[in-house]
């Protein structure tokens, strides 16, 4: 086993989407970076069917991705692109559309590997190293970092990024400690292949129960999200395909054509923020520092502003050279992020709490406010410019 000590302005631990961007950003920006990832996506196949964790890629979203020089390589292996989002209950409906906004598209849903590969791709333009160990161990002090592997290799840093996801070792290691809690809901993703061609329409209608979302993906392919309590979500993904088609049937609206299950995939809803997001020389980023209900999708394009806010701070190199001057930065980066992160969060909440019940009072004004939302004119535009992250 390596002890050598391997020196880097910045390692970025996780390459996920996230820490793949972030790395990719740094090393365009001339940072010496080396990226920590033992899982590495599977190379993609034109052949293989959509995987079933997918993304709602928001135009902001879009824009950093092509800033960094991945989105010309996202769209050769596969995405779509939605123009009109729609939200309904019983009665009242709200419906977005880009030609309110002069736009192209809303978003795209993309499945997250092809994201990732994107990055990944990118990333191979640029003399960046890459690590497949773990991380075990953590040392920092305010003027350096040191992350030991499990192969016993150890990687000296001015910054050390925790970008590796919800169970964040580089968190654990920092000794930050978060807040928050697990929803009594579950969801259950449901890959699909319909008799339609691509769609250009992401819905969701709601329940007392929970939400029922359709996520278009590529040539008639799409993905299918039923919310509903634990104990249900895990009588559904034991069912048969053939008999959770039955069930889905019967409980989504008319608007779902006819289609054949391909995978399925069930995950907890948890909300966990971080109590700070800097400590010494290690900054979190995305799922690390922050989880939120998956609602509105908005999950991945908040770890993205986070990428485009640490980028913008670090932009200049002066800093390597200035420690008291990264401390700035690093505390400059946790106030912004830190607020606007805090309120998606909590904005979440309000609606997951609002729309999932039968409570009669709640649910005329429900339907009430999606009508007016509907007819809402400059404040609805402003609405879905702030979900498209503009």
């Not at 989407?17 to 996506?41: D, N, W």
């Not at 991945?70 to 995405?79: L, N, Q, Y």
């Not at 699909?192 to 040539?219: M, N, V």
């Amino acid at each position: 086993m390596s002890e050598r000590m391997q020196k880097f302005d910045i390692v970025v631990v996780g390459g996920n989407m996230v820490g793949a961007s972030a790395a990719l950003g740094l090393a365009h920006q001339g940072y010496r970076v080396a990226v920590i990832e033992p899982a590495m996506p599977t190379p993609f196949d034109a052949m293989q069917p959509p995987d079933v964790r997918v993304s709602a890629i928001s135009l902001a979203s879009e824009q950093l991705l092509e800033a960094l020089g991945a989105w010309s390589f996202i769209k050769e292996m596969r995405h779509c692109c939605y123009r009109r989002l729609s939200v309904w209950e019983e009665q009242g409906r709200t419906d977005f559309s880009s030609d309110e906004l002069d736009c192209e598209h809303l978003g795209h849903i993309i499945e997250n590997r092809i994201v990732q590969l994107g990055l990944h791709q990118a990333l191979a333009a640029y003399p960046v190293s890459w690590f497949s160990a773990g991380i075990k161990g953590l040392q920092q002090t305010h003027e350096m970092a040191v992350a030991e592997l499990d192969d016993g290799t150890r990687l000296q840093a001015e910054l050390i990024i925790g970008a590796d996801g919800a169970a964040s070792r580089v968190r654990q290691l920092s000794g930050i400690a978060t807040h928050g809690w697990q929803y009594a809901q579950q969801a259950l993703a449901i890959s699909i292949k319909t008799e339609q061609a691509q769609q250009d329409i992401t819905w969701q209608r709601f329940r007392p129960s929970g939400p029922l979302a359709f996520l278009p993906l590529y040539q008639g392919y799409a993905s299918l999200v039923w919310y509903n309590s634990a104990a249900e979500i895990q009588r559904l993904k034991a069912l048969s395909f053939e008999a959770l088609k039955y069930e889905v049937q019967a409980v989504f609206p008319e608007e779902l054509i006819n289609f054949d299950i391909l995978e399925t995939a069930s995950f907890p809803l948890t909300r966990m923020h971080a109590n700070n997001y800097v400590h010494q020389r290690v900054v979190l980023l995305g799922d690390a520092a922050h989880t939120i209900n998956p609602l509105a999708g908005q999950g991945v394009n908040l770890g993205f502003k986070d990428v485009a806010c640490l980028l913008e701070l670090l932009a200049e190199h002066t800093w390597l050279a200035d420690k008291h001057q990264l401390d700035t930065k690093l505390q400059q980066y946790q106030r912004k992020r830190y607020k606007d992160n805090l309120l998606m969060m909590s904005t979440m909440d309000m609606l997951y709490a609002a729309f999932s019940n039968n409570i009669a009072p709640l649910k005329a004004l429900r339907n009430l406010g999606l009508g007016l939302a509907q007819r809402a004119g400059p404040v609805k535009r402003q609405v879905t410019r702030y979900a498209m992250g503009l």
